[in-house]
């Protein structure tokens, strides 16, 4: 029996000796077969010597795609890997990250072969240069966290985000290549190319995870709290570069894709939910300003209106308080609240923000 393509592409800038390690991790993988494309973002030190010492791996189940840029792309270079891609599986690795789990692949891609439901496989991470911090933290409640396990779409998605379970590393994640496009993936409205961004005014593209909200919507979840790969922490690494561009407009880019999840014609069969979460989502990443180039663009509805001004609003309240970025994460806070004996003041925070919140907004169900 055939078994299906796993689609890999690695979106790079620099840190060839990063590059190399991520490479080394694809080929060490035990399952087979595998299509790689390793794209150059037109990198000031060209990376193509450092990908052809792994040309020697190439067989009939392991092929290997350079490209090289003309022009920095940025998060773009995404998009382009991802169109090239063939395969009925697909993982977007990083070139900063490694997998240190062999076997990753081949019981994710088991997982989804066995069970048609499932579209989407998320697994932990590691962060380089930690005392082994992981990326997501699974509750108690589901058991033995460490094995797989395959949640409704509603339940994960209800689940994921940086004030619950954390946000998987990409080299984590494996998907449905032919579901994926046929949602939309990686493309407007879902994701936000610099051609997009620049005509809104914002500064750097992105997709802030919609993949797995429409994955999520259309189907069940593998996922586990087992480590797989290491989140790589280079100097001047490609992420962080973007990110500190990205930062300046963060809420605005975050606002365009959960509003356009919240208004999308989804019919998978746990749609309704993944709409509702979207719609939450738009005050965990508040908006920095009022962007009527944003509105204009969604003709000044109504809907658009009062979401991005209560954002605003969530965003200049939070400001005005000092309070952490992500200052609905209630639990973390209070535990630190307790360590630091601040809890008194807290409480009066606390109490605060959900008076305002309920005072201005009272059809928001923001509790605290």
């Known amino acids: 029996m055939n078994k299906p393509v796993v689609s890999i592409f690695v979106p790079a800038y620099n840190n060839p000796i990063y590059s190399k390690k991520t490479l080394q991790s694809i080929v060490e993988q035990d399952y087979r077969p595998i299509e790689l494309f390793f794209l150059d973002d037109c990198s000031p030190t060209p990376l193509e010597p450092m990908v052809e010492e792994f040309r020697k791996y190439e067989n009939d189940e392991f092929h290997l795609f350079f490209y090289r840029q003309h022009k920095n792309l940025s998060s773009d270079n995404w998009v382009y890997g991802f169109d090239h891609c063939t395969g009925k599986y697909v993982v977007n690795m990083q070139h900063d990250d490694w997998w240190t789990d062999r076997q990753f692949l081949s019981e994710a891609v088991d997982l989804m072969e066995r069970n048609l439901e499932c579209h989407l496989c998320v697994a932990n991470s590691i962060i380089e240069n930690t005392d082994c911090k992981t990326m997501i933290h699974l509750p108690l409640s589901m058991g033995k966290r460490d094995i797989w396990q395959i949640l409704p779409g509603d339940t994960y998605i209800n689940m994921l985000g940086y004030d619950r379970i954390g946000v998987q590393a990409w080299s984590g994640i494996v998907f449905n290549l032919p579901v994926a496009r046929s949602m939309g993936v990686f493309h407007y409205p879902f994701y936000l190319s610099m051609e997009e961004a620049n005509a809104f005014g914002l500064v750097e593209s992105d997709e802030f995870f919609a993949s797995q909200f429409l994955l999520s919507s259309f189907g069940s979840v593998a996922i586990t709290e087992k480590v797989v790969s290491v989140r790589g922490k280079p100097e001047n690494a490609w992420s962080d570069i973007i990110n500190k561009k990205r930062i300046k407009t963060m809420g605005q880019n975050a606002f365009v894709i959960y509003y356009n999840l919240y208004k999308a014609d989804l019919n998978g069969k746990y749609a309704q939910a993944v709409k509702q979460r979207a719609r939450e989502t738009i005050f965990h990443f508040p908006v920095e300003k ?58 009066q925070q606390a109490r605060g923000l959900r008076r305002f919140l309920r005072a201005i907004f009272p059809f928001l169900k923001l509790g605290l």
């Open 290 to 347: 009022i962007n009527l180039k944003i509105l204009k663009h969604y003709n000044y509805s109504k809907d658009a209106i009062r979401l991005m001004l209560c954002s605003y609003l969530v965003g200049l309240y939070r400001r005005s308080f000092d309070l952490p970025r992500h200052y609905y994460s209630f639990g973390r806070r209070l535990l630190r609240a307790i360590r630091d004996r601040e809890l008194s003041q807290f409480l």
